[in-house]
């Protein structure tokens, strides 16, 4: 079965610092891979999707990340974070190539700008 | 386009009261989705339709919950005899085929 790990439950960092938010997947199969965000009392928001292909994917707000197939990782980059950026970021894999559409999460990161 | 919308944003009920959920899609996508989001599981699956039709309800707790569909412009979820264990953000989300899928603000359910 797919499942998704998020091994950083909370991370840290100043504002103005690169940032990477880690996501490892297991899936047999061609994974289809997802980064959202949960603001506060807000429903989740895409930010980036990756379909097989070019393994670093541009999102929204400068966000990238990058699929590597040899690691099983999927993880989510920006080079300078925003007070802004303060939210939860929950990593998916869908599992579209089996024919079936629903989506797995990880556990979510809580993202902490510092001043 | 204002979005996948859910109401009410919050309900508390009384143990053993019955809960309804509701959800309006995006006009156009075929794809309707529930999840439960708790602090302790996170994000868990729950049910989806497509065009309607259940297609895949391995994620329901298979006594008290259940889902429907009876037209594409809303769905329901439905709890009977509410559980404090059943306090959580409950999120309905749609998408068109195997693209991108959009949440609701959510309903954030409290039994009391």
């Known amino acids: 079965a797919q499942s998704v790990t998020q091994p950083d439950a909370r991370v840290t960092v100043s504002e103005g610092a690169s940032l990477q938010l880690r996501c490892k997947y297991s899936?047999?199969?061609?994974?289809?891979l997802f980064w959202y965000v949960q603001y506060p009392r807000q429903g989740l928001q895409l930010l980036l999707k990756y379909y097989p292909g070019d393994p670093v994917v541009q999102g929204v707000n400068g966000f990238e990340a990058e699929f590597s197939k040899s690691n099983s990782s999927f993880h989510l980059r920006k080079a300078s974070v925003h007070w802004s950026d303060w939210a939860v970021y929950f990593c998916a894999v869908s599992m579209w190539s089996e024919g079936a559409d629903r989506l797995t999460f990880g556990k979510g990161t809580q993202l902490i700008i510092q001043p | 386009n204002a979005g996948v919308i859910q109401t009410p944003r919050h309900k508390v009920t009384g143990k053993g009261q019955e809960a309804t959920l509701w959800c309006e899609p995006i006009s156009g996508h075929s794809a309707v989705f529930w999840y439960r989001q708790t602090i302790v599981q996170g994000l868990e699956f729950l049910t989806y339709?497509?065009?309607?039709?259940?297609?895949?309800d391995s994620g329901m707790p298979k006594e008290r919950f259940s889902a429907q569909m009876p037209n594409q412009s809303h769905s329901t979820l439905k709890i009977q005899s509410t559980q404090p264990q059943d306090s959580a953000v409950y999120l309905c989300?749609?998408?068109?085929?195997?693209?991108?899928?959009?949440f609701g603000k959510g309903t954030r359910l409290t039994v009391v």
């Open positions: 899936y047999f199969g061609t994974p289809y």
């Open positions: 339709f497509r065009n309607q039709a259940p297609i895949d």
């Open positions: 989300a749609s998408s068109p085929r195997n693209t991108e899928v959009f």
